[in-house]
């Protein structure tokens, strides 16, 4: 079963930086929506950001700070997160819409997620 795989978090001082990376685990045929969210202090997922096509959502509370992008040929998503803030401490999980092959059915995917941690 074909899974999503994120990298790039870690531990950063806050003020800096860090790129997130999430691509899919096997062979797939092409994805649709993809984005990043992260897990609210009641235990639920919010969107930080997501692309689908042309058109891209971010969260008010990253706005200006963070940028998604694509790679579609690889089909790998990004997360350029700059300005980082203690609140944004957090487990970043990619998801994805994706299909497994031509006319196949969509499936809605989860990444096991990757920690980012923003403290001096």
């Known amino acids: 079963q074909v899974q999503l795989v994120e990298s790039g978090g870690g531990l950063v001082p806050p003020g800096g930086s860090l790129t997130l990376a999430c691509v899919p685990s096997g062979r797939i045929f092409r994805t649709d929506t993809m984005g990043w969210y992260r897990q609210t202090p009641e235990n639920q997922r919010e969107l930080v950001a997501s692309m689908s096509g042309s058109s891209i959502r971010y969260a008010d509370a990253v706005k200006g700070r963070f940028t998604i992008s694509r790679d579609n040929p690889k089909n790998t998503v990004y997360l350029q997160m700059n300005s980082l803030k203690p609140e944004d401490t957090n487990i970043y999980y990619c998801?994805?819409?994706?299909?497994?092959?031509?006319?196949?059915?969509?499936?809605?995917?989860w990444g096991q997620g990757t920690q980012v941690t923003v403290s001096s």
């Open positions: 998801n994805a819409n994706l299909a497994l092959n031509a006319g196949g059915p969509w499936y809605n995917v």
